[in-house]
C-alpha cells in the first residue's frame, strides 16, 4: 500500500544535528515531489522544506533557511532531512508528505512522524 | 501568503451543520486545500482546489471559494468528525497552512 515511513528522530542539544529520513513504498517516488511538514507540541502545522521528484529545485521555510537540507535518493526511495545548528524552537513532530498534480498540488499522503526534541 | 481561519475553536453537536472560515492575505485562486487531524495522527487531505472531495471523503464535507475567501462546511456532523481542520495554500512558496479550527462536541 502507498506509506511514507519517518525515522531518525531523537533529543539533541541545541547547537546540534540530526539527520531524518522518510522511506516510500506503494508510488512511484521519482515522480513526485516532497515535502517536510512539522508541528510543535500542541501548535499548528509548519511547512519546513520542499524538493521536486527530480531534486533539481528546493524550497525552505525562512525559520530554517541555511540551517536544514533537503535532499532525496530516487534509487532508494528515501527522503532526507539534515537538520543543524538545531535550536529549543525546532521541537515538533517531523512529517514527511508527497504532493500531487492529481490533487492541485496539495500533500495527499503523509507519514506517521517522528519526533524531534531539542533540549539540554 | 497568510491564512485566517475563523473560528478557532468551535463547539458543536452531533448532527449540526458548521462551517469554517479561510481567508488569504492575498488572491491565490482556487489552490487551497483542508486537511482533517486527529490527535496523534498524522493530517488527512479532504478537500483540494478549494472544492473538490478527496478520493473517499464523506459527501457531508465541502468546499467552496476562491481568490481570498474560502469555506469548509460539514452539513451534518458525525462523532468521528471531531477533530482539528486546517486550510493550506499551495498558491505559491512558501507553503502556509491556517493556525487551525478545533472543533469539539457540545
Known amino acids: 500500500q502507498v506509506q511514507l515511513v519517518e525515522s531518525g528522530g531523537g533529543v539533541v542539544q541545541p547547537g546540534g544535528s540530526l539527520r531524518l529520513s522518510c522511506a516510500a513504498s506503494?508510488?512511484?517516488?521519482?515522480?513526485?515531489?516532497m515535502h517536510w511538514v512539522r508541528q510543535a507540541p500542541g501548535k499548528g502545522l509548519e511547512w519546513v522544506a520542499f524538493i521536486r521528484f527530480d531534486g533539481t529545485n528546493k524550497y525552505y521555510a525562512d525559520s530554517v533557511k541555511g540551517r536544514f537540507t533537503i535532499s532525496r535518493d530516487n534509487s532508494k526511495n528515501t527522503l532526507s532531512l539534515q537538520m543543524n545548528s538545531l535550536r529549543a524552537e525546532d521541537t515538533a513532530v517531523y512529517y514527511c508528505?508527497?504532493?500531487?498534480?492529481?490533487?492541485?498540488?496539495?500533500?495527499?499522503?503523509w507519514g506517521q512522524g517522528t519526533m524531534v526534541t531539542v533540549s539540554s | 501568503i497568510q491564512l485566517t481561519q475563523s473560528p478557532s475553536f468551535l463547539s458543536a453537536s452531533v448532527g449540526d451543520r458548521v462551517t469554517i472560515t479561510c481567508r488569504a492575505s492575498q488572491g491565490i485562486s482556487s489552490y487551497l486545500a483542508w486537511y482533517q487531524q486527529k490527535p496523534g495522527k498524522a493530517p488527512k487531505l479532504l478537500i483540494y482546489?478549494?472544492?473538490t472531495l478527496q478520493s473517499g471523503v464523506p459527501s457531508r464535507f465541502s468546499g467552496s471559494g476562491s481568490g481570498t475567501e474560502f469555506t469548509l462546511t460539514i452539513s451534518s456532523l458525525q462523532p468521528e468528525d471531531f477533530a482539528t481542520y486546517y486550510c493550506q495554500q499551495v498558491n505559491s512558496y512558501p507553503i502556509t497552512f491556517g493556525q487551525g479550527t478545533r472543533l469539539e462536541i457540545k
Open positions: 506503494g508510488f512511484t517516488f521519482s515522480s513526485h515531489g
Open positions: 508528505a508527497k504532493d500531487s498534480q492529481a490533487v492541485w498540488g496539495a500533500f495527499d499522503i
Open positions: 482546489a478549494a472544492s
